[in-house]
């Protein structure tokens, strides 16, 4: 039987500015201890800015996302302009501020918040076949902005969450261990580090995520 792909999107490096790299290696991880495999992707742009990850604070240099992703993907990534919805089975975006600030300008703009073309041109293809769509931590907003009326969680946090019902959308406050399947669209979300959290709780999210996608995928 040909194993199930997963697309995973990656948005930079570090959870300030890029990726949460807990949440992106321990959801590939997750993939492969189902018995799928995965290709990352990220977008081909600048980040808003970068973020010395020992002070906290915006540094005066620029860099790339899809150049800083291939730190986490070890060199075997994609522009996301090269994705096509017919060759994965299912799509999945890591947390951390990168999905906020890259992907879009969800911590800036809160309701108001711009999604970059191409993350949405892959969130609705993947919608329109009923593929499954998984995300994590603060990337449900960026779900939640593309696709009105989509049911989500972030945990609960109350101004996320107010900025989702702004955008539409629905929220159901979670804590660890749990996953919130929006049916309609067949969207998975899960809260990780939006969350107080360990790493043992990252992976405990991030592997029941992409289960729950591999049932939804086995059950089609």
Not at 31 to 46: L, R, T
Not at 55 to 72: D, K
Not at 192 to 201: F, N
Not at 208 to 216: D, G, I, N, Q
């Amino acid at each position: 039987m040909e194993k199930k792909k997963f697309a995973v999107v990656l948005s930079g490096s570090g959870v300030y500015d890029g990726s949460e790299i807990h949440e992106a290696t321990l959801t590939m991880l997750a993939i492969m201890e189902e018995g799928a495999v995965y290709q990352c992707f990220a977008p081909d742009i600048m980040q808003h800015h970068v973020v010395n990850h020992l002070s906290g604070q915006e540094t005066n240099e620029s860099r790339n996302v899809l150049v800083e992703s291939a730190r986490i993907a070890r060199g075997d990534i994609k522009p996301l302009n090269k994705f096509r919805a017919d060759d994965c089975d299912a799509l999945i975006f890591p947390g951390g501020f990168g999905a906020a600030k890259n992907l879009s300008t969800v911590a800036f703009d809160g309701p108001n918040a711009r999604v970059n073309r191409e993350v949405e041109y892959v969130i609705r293809e993947m919608i329109t076949r009923h593929k499954p769509i998984g995300a994590l931590c603060i990337a449900p907003a960026v779900i939640a902005r593309v696709i009105q009326g989509v049911e989500v969680t972030i945990g609960h946090d109350a101004s996320t969450i107010d900025a989702i019902k702004k955008m539409g959308s629905k929220h159901v406050v979670t804590s660890h261990g749990q996953v919130v399947h929006d049916e309609t669209y067949n969207v998975f979300t899960t809260p990780c580090y939006m969350l107080d959290a360990t790493i043992l709780d990252i992976r405990t999210d991030a592997s029941l995520v992409v289960k729950e996608m591999m049932k939804s995928m086995e059950a089609q």
